[in-house]
């Protein structure tokens, strides 16, 4: 009876310390984890330096002691929640969103190809400079059959 509890109690301790094992884990090998973190340090050691330089009791009521501490608690809670959160996510949303923006541009564009492809080709439409309006310039300078008829 005490030996199952002792081999249920070491499987769990091996579950649970594996599953604490695995945002260290992360976090060693994330450059965004180690940036955060080297930003806490250095706020915090400035924090400390001038705390050094005016004094503890000075400190408690010095802004840039309690700015610096501020910045450093900031980057260091990032760092933990950097580390926590599963990287796969962001690998899954990130590839989800360029995806979708490929797939607008590939209708906008298959869109404004159709449109231009449908449009009519009278004067009015023509773009300014297109043959269509040099061609339809010349016919109207030429006269016809029927104007050379009535001027004589």
């Known amino acids: 009876m005490m030996s199952t509890q002792i081999t249920n ?9 594996q599953l604490l094992a695995e945002p260290a884990r ?6 965004k984890v180690h940036a955060e973190t080297r930003r806490a340090r250095a706020d915090a050691l400035h924090a400390a330096r001038r ?6 009791a000075s400190a408690l009521t010095d802004k ?8 450093a608690t900031h980057h260091a809670s990032r760092a933990a929640s ?3 959160s599963s990287p796969s996510r962001h690998r899954v949303r990130n590839t989800s969103i360029a995806v979708v923006a490929a797939g607008t541009l590939a209708g ?21 400079g297109s043959d269509q309006n040099v061609t339809d310039a010349a016919v109207a300078a030429t006269p016809t059959e ?3 008829a009535s001027a004589d």
């Not at 992360?26 to 450059?31: G, I, K, L, T, Y």
């Not at 840039?64 to 910045?71: D, E, T």
């Open 9 to 17: 109690r070491g499987a769990r301790a091996r579950r649970r310390a």
């Open 26 to 31: 992360r976090a060693v090998s994330d450059h």
């Open 108 to 128: 906008a564009a298959y869109a404004v190809r159709t449109k231009t492809m449908m449009a009519p080709t009278g004067n009015a439409d023509a773009p300014m």
């Open 51 to 56: 705390v050094q330089r005016i004094g503890v």
């Open 64 to 71: 840039r002691v309690a700015r610096k501490l501020r910045h």
């Open 146 to 148: 029927t104007q050379q």
């Open 82 to 84: 950097l580390s926590i």
